[in-house]
């Protein structure tokens, strides 16, 4: 193996070689989206399940002050999001954060960011179809219809509830005092559950069918169209938009000052809590590059839609999280559905906003799904296309021109695990990937020379010099730290186990070396703060999800060593 060819780039003229701008790519898929699409799609991908229920655990934890982790990661992906609308300009092309890391940093990091990005869509996705599930059947029971419990939990969940139920009642705790001794209700519906299912060869077959309703659903709605994909994403996007200024609007006038006292009750501490709750909010704005090849004038219309969508949904973040804090206590917000909470009998008691609110929950967390299924598949083309991956994921259906067995494949991935696995565990994984992307995605440009010439048309983040300017933040940054939460700090970087510091000293270290390379070499100070706040975020997620993301990484790897490495097309070429 000639290591030397791990890191070989992708000319981008080659790349931009691979599709043409007029009606159809060279593969024929269709040029249909603009700028509204783009940006929708970008607004369906951010607003969803962050700001219809883990907005709720983050205000709980942080108070009024949430607001600022709302602004300081909207900033972090702001940063990156520059990086992305460079990428996106100069190389209009599916396969997003991939195959702008194959132009810039070579193959194998290229296959890497194509791995974390399988791990933010496919597993993200599934966390989001278990939550639109509990959003449907609790809006069907408001309307009086009820679906079984045993066709809409699955089977780990059910094994969990009725372990911990059946211990509780052989210790001789009747059925009516489970809830007073502190057995969840979930857990108690578990355990009926696992009760009256039917059993194959003693094994109850419990399954979460609304949540693989809604993933044939979606993806068939991906597999017949482009066209029928934008229709339906703007009409749901301009509904939920419309429902969420109707909460802001009529929550404001039932705010009570005197709860936005204390702003910060646990410290940055507390705030900072939330960071993968909030971040996770925020992914997906990166998704709408993967529609490149169907855009009408990508150079201009992707780099567009990032900003607006990344600036109208950091606004109705910010907006929705005063108004929660504002019309309750914080230390009322840890429920599932934050915004239907505040407008129920321990809040404004407006029962008719409520039901609106469910309605919108369902609608926001299907757009979701919608267009993280509708970006995998294409991530995965341009992957087949370079060779990583074989032929037939890039291949086009002849009447639907959309990829469709990579679509069909996505389907079963998000879907079969849907019937039987609780993932929502694992979010905090779809997090360090996607943050992992962000971070190499930001490399890249810093790799790029910023002196090059300039292509009329396109964009290009800004050069600041950050020789002195970089440096300069992150003493800053230091010094404040230690001035307003010296004890804390203190406490976290030198108190409890070492193993649980090493990300955070990993980052240290990681800072002190790129402050050196600023001043050596001049490097660019937008990508430099984007690299920087998206590592500082992973530092966040805790050692136990930087294992697991260590694991998912080696499986990438292995495969790629065993097959993609050889079946690499520019590694073919390389050889002649």
Same mark, same amino acid.
């Given at each position: 193996?000639?290591?030397?060819?791990?890191?070989?780039?992708?000319?981008?003229?080659?790349?931009?070689?691979?599709? *043409?701008?007029?009606?159809?790519?060279?593969?024929?898929?269709?040029?249909?989206?603009?700028?509204?699409?783009?940006?929708?799609? +970008?607004?369906?991908?951010?607003?969803?399940?962050?700001?219809?229920?883990?907005?709720?655990?983050?205000?709980?934890?942080?108070?009024?002050?949430?607001?600022?982790?709302?602004?300081?990661?909207?900033?972090?992906?702001?940063?990156?999001?520059?990086? =992305?609308?460079?990428?996106?300009?100069?190389?209009? !092309?599916?396969?997003? #954060?991939? *195959?702008?890391?194959?132009?810039?940093? /070579?193959?194998?990091?290229?296959?890497?960011? +194509? @791995?974390?990005?399988?791990?933010?869509? #496919?597993?993200?996705?599934?966390? $989001?179809?278990?939550?639109?599930?509990?959003?449907?059947?609790?809006?069907?029971?408001?309307?009086?219809?009820?679906?079984?419990?045993?066709?809409?939990?699955?089977?780990?969940?059910?094994?969990? +509830?009725?372990?911990?139920?059946?211990?509780?009642?052989?210790?001789?705790?009747?059925?009516?005092?489970?809830?007073?001794?502190?057995?969840?209700?979930?857990?108690?519906?578990?355990?009926? #559950?696992?009760?009256?299912?039917?059993?194959?060869?003693?094994?109850?077959?419990? @399954?979460?069918?609304?949540?693989?309703?809604?993933?044939?659903?979606?993806?068939? $709605?991906?597999?017949?169209?482009?066209?029928?994909?934008?229709?339906?994403?703007?009409?749901?996007?301009?509904?939920? $938009?419309?429902?969420?200024?109707?909460?802001?609007?009529?929550?404001?006038?039932?705010?009570?000052?005197?709860?936005?006292?204390?702003?910060?009750?646990?410290?940055?501490?507390?705030?900072?809590?939330?960071?993968?709750?909030?971040?996770?909010?925020?992914?997906?704005?990166?998704?709408?590059?993967?529609?490149?090849?169907?855009?009408?004038?990508?150079?201009?219309?992707?780099?567009?839609?990032?900003?607006?969508?990344?600036?109208?949904?950091?606004?109705? =973040?910010?907006? $929705?999280?005063?108004?929660?804090?504002?019309?309750?206590?914080?230390?009322?917000?840890?429920?599932?559905?934050?915004?239907?909470?505040?407008?129920?009998?321990? /809040?404004?008691?407006?029962? @008719? !906003?409520?039901?609106?609110?469910?309605?919108?929950?369902?609608?926001?967390?299907?757009?979701?799904?919608?267009?993280?299924?509708?970006?995998?598949?294409?991530?995965?083309?341009?992957?087949?296309?370079?060779?990583?991956?074989?032929?037939?994921?890039?291949?086009?259906?002849?009447?639907?021109?959309?990829?469709?067995? #990579?679509?069909?494949?996505?389907?079963?991935? !998000?879907? !079969?695990?849907?019937?039987?696995?609780?993932?929502?565990?694992?979010?905090?994984? *779809?997090?360090?990937?996607?943050?992992?992307?962000?971070?190499?995605?930001?490399?890249?440009?810093?790799?790029?020379?910023?002196?090059?010439?300039?292509?009329?048309?396109?964009?290009?983040?800004?050069?600041?010099?950050?020789?002195?300017?970089?440096?300069?933040?992150?003493?800053?940054?230091?010094?404040?730290?230690?001035?307003?939460?010296?004890?804390?700090?203190?406490?976290?970087?030198?108190?409890?186990?070492?193993?649980?510091?090493?990300?955070?000293?990993?980052?240290?270290? /990681?800072?002190? =070396?790129?402050?050196?390379?600023?001043?050596?070499?001049?490097?660019?100070?937008?990508?430099?703060?984007?690299?920087?706040?998206?590592?500082?975020?992973?530092?966040?997620?805790?050692?136990?999800? @930087?294992?697991?993301?260590?694991?998912?990484?080696?499986?990438?790897?292995?495969?790629?060593?065993?097959?993609?490495?050889?079946?690499?097309?520019?590694?073919?070429?390389?050889?002649?």
């Amino acid at each position: 193996m000639n290591w030397k060819s791990l890191f070989r780039t992708k000319p981008i003229d080659q790349i931009l070689n691979e599709v *043409t701008h007029g009606g159809l790519s060279t593969n024929g898929m269709r040029r249909t989206l603009g700028v509204v699409d783009l940006t929708a799609m +970008g607004i369906a991908a951010v607003i969803g399940a962050g700001i219809f229920s883990t907005i709720g655990a983050a205000a709980f934890d942080g108070g009024p002050g949430v607001i600022i982790l709302f602004v300081f990661t909207a900033i972090a992906c702001a940063f990156s999001a520059f990086c =992305y609308a460079e990428f996106a300009s100069s190389i209009p !092309v599916a396969g997003s #954060a991939y *195959t702008y890391a194959y132009a810039s940093l /070579g193959e194998l990091l290229a296959w890497i960011i +194509g @791995w974390d990005l399988l791990m933010e869509y #496919a597993i993200g996705n599934i966390a $989001v179809a278990i939550s639109w599930s509990d959003y449907f059947t609790s809006l069907m029971e408001g309307y009086g219809i009820h679906i079984p419990l045993f066709l809409r939990m699955d089977l780990l969940t059910a094994s969990r +509830g009725f372990d911990q139920v059946k211990a509780a009642l052989d210790t001789g705790i009747a059925p009516a005092d489970l809830v007073a001794k502190g057995i969840p209700q979930a857990s108690i519906d578990a355990y009926h #559950a696992w009760q009256i299912a039917p059993h194959f060869m003693g094994i109850p077959l419990i @399954w979460n069918l609304p949540a693989v309703a809604v993933v044939i659903l979606v993806t068939w $709605v991906v597999y017949i169209g482009i066209q029928e994909s934008k229709r339906i994403n703007n009409a749901m996007v301009a509904l939920k $938009v419309m429902v969420l200024i109707l909460v802001i609007t009529l929550g404001a006038f039932y705010i009570k000052p005197e709860n936005w006292h204390p702003f910060l009750p646990n410290g940055m501490g507390g705030v900072m809590k939330g960071v993968s709750a909030v971040f996770f909010a925020y992914i997906g704005f990166d998704a709408i590059t993967t529609t490149a090849e169907e855009c009408k004038n990508p150079q201009k219309d992707l780099p567009r839609a990032m900003i607006y969508s990344l600036a109208i949904c950091t606004v109705l =973040y910010i907006l $929705v999280a005063l108004v929660l804090t504002g019309m309750t206590s914080y230390t009322k917000l840890s429920v599932g559905d934050p915004l239907a909470f505040v407008f129920g009998p321990e /809040g404004a008691h407006i029962p @008719w !906003v409520s039901g609106v609110i469910a309605i919108s929950a369902v609608i926001a967390l299907f757009t979701v799904l919608l267009v993280f299924q509708l970006g995998q598949p294409r991530i995965w083309m341009a992957m087949s296309r370079d060779g990583l991956l074989p032929p037939i994921f890039s291949a086009i259906h002849p009447k639907h021109k959309t990829p469709w067995f #990579a679509t069909i494949v996505t389907g079963f991935l !998000v879907g !079969v695990p849907c019937l039987f696995m609780n993932l929502t565990e694992v979010t905090d994984l *779809t997090s360090i990937g996607t943050l992992c992307a962000f971070l190499l995605v930001c490399a890249g440009v810093l790799n790029m020379d910023p002196h090059r010439e300039k292509v009329p048309g396109r964009f290009y983040t800004p050069y600041i010099n950050g020789k002195y300017i970089f440096p300069a933040l992150l003493l800053v940054c230091l010094l404040g730290a230690i001035k307003f939460n010296s004890e804390g700090m203190h406490q976290f970087l030198f108190e409890g186990e070492f193993k649980h510091k090493i990300p955070l000293w990993g980052f240290n270290i /990681g800072m002190i =070396y790129l402050s050196w390379l600023t001043f050596k070499k001049n490097l660019s100070l937008i990508p430099l703060l984007g690299l920087a706040s998206c590592a500082y975020l992973m530092t966040e997620l805790g050692i136990v999800n @930087w294992i697991r993301f260590g694991g998912w990484l080696i499986v990438g790897l292995a495969i790629y060593f065993f097959y993609s490495y050889h079946s690499s097309k520019l590694n073919k070429e390389k050889a002649k």
